[in-house]
């Protein structure tokens, strides 16, 4: 398994339990992938991961950290040693707002700066000079997603002055619209547990400019937008009068992820890609070279754990019966 996050380690799990040795590779120092280093301790305490992990290791799941495949540890001696991989390396590259001022200090993506929270929750020295906080600052999270919730409740733990959470998109309806029937997912407004404890979220806003002195941010320049219909492709049109600015001693991009990194694993293994940037799989999660599977974002795109740890599972099933010889699904009991 390449990658311990959720999708990897659901893999390794069921596939471990089918009676094969497994091994999961990770890049970071430590298992868990998202769960470990994405997701906030207020939201995941790490010690029920722990406990995960040690029953993984004592079924039999070799795990190795600080290794990534490509870089510490060639494709081909990987092929060479195991029968099958799959690659759960999830969605990693960030969208970026390629705005001017977008150079100044202060603004970092959300990943960078919830990492590096998550490693002092476990009790490594991280310096002064590289951690990120919001201690004592206005702080404006781009994106309204999960993630800008995550940073949002770091921000209020690390005792932020002020929050914003900005949106491009306009706000929900309280209830399902008539466009919007059941069974389609609800898109409806949500408030989560860090939304509770405090900020404000702005929607139909969009970024224009960062300004700064000596080089760091301190201003953002926004304004509100409408969304048209041109030729049925929703565009995103100023609208005239409504600019305004926010204070901004500390910017967090959290607008989600445009796919696997390809450099490194990906290109070395030629596997081919979706039309959206994903790795390509058959109906039996195969990649197009043989006996390499795929499984969660890495495949799917951003998206939830559950989803994750589903495709997971059903990854296993492709790697067991790849491993077993048998070309098809058994046929259904009577």
């Known amino acids: 398994m390449v990658g311990s996050g959720p999708a990897g380690l659901a893999a390794a799990d069921q596939v471990n339990r089918a009676g094969h040795w497994v091994t999961v590779f990770e890049r970071a120092d430590r298992i868990g992938g998202l769960l470990r280093y994405a997701i906030p301790e207020f939201k995941l305490e790490k010690k029920f991961l722990d406990r995960r ?93 999960d993630t800008g919730a995550d940073c949002l409740g770091t921000a209020h733990r690390q005792g932020a002055r002020t929050v914003h959470q900005l949106e491009l998109l306009s706000r929900p309806p309280d209830s399902r619209a008539e466009s919007n029937p059941w069974p389609q997912w609800p898109n409806i407004f949500r408030v989560s547990s860090a939304h509770e404890e405090g900020g404000e979220r702005l929607y139909s806003i969009a970024t224009q400019k960062f300004t700064g002195e000596n080089g760091r941010v301190t201003t953002l320049n926004a304004n509100q937008i409408e969304i048209v219909n041109n030729a049925g492709r929703m565009e995103f049109k100023p609208i005239a009068g409504t600019e305004f600015e926010l204070k901004a001693d500390l910017v967090l991009l959290a607008m989600g992820f445009l796919g696997p990194e390809r450099n490194g694993m990906l290109d070395t293994l030629g596997v081919k890609m979706t039309d959206r940037g994903n790795v390509w799989r058959d109906e039996k999660w195969m990649t197009s070279v043989p006996g390499v599977f795929t499984a969660g974002d890495m495949q799917r795109g951003q998206s939830l754990i559950v989803w994750a740890m589903a495709e997971g599972r059903s990854a296993a099933r492709g790697v067991d019966l790849y491993l077993m010889g048998k070309s098809s699904l058994p046929a259904p009991l009577p």
């Open 53 to 145: 992990l040690d029953l993984m290791v004592s079924e039999g799941v070799s795990f190795r950290t600080c290794c990534n495949i490509g870089v510490d540890v060639t494709v081909d001696d990987l092929r060479s040693e195991f029968h099958a991989l799959v690659l759960a390396g999830g969605s990693t590259r960030p969208r970026d707002l390629p705005v001017p001022g977008r150079e100044l200090d202060g603004i970092h993506f959300a990943m960078e700066y919830l990492t590096l929270q998550n490693q002092r929750c476990e009790g490594d020295h991280v310096p002064e000079s590289r951690f990120i906080t919001a201690h004592d600052k206005h702080v404006i999270i781009i994106g309204g997603g």
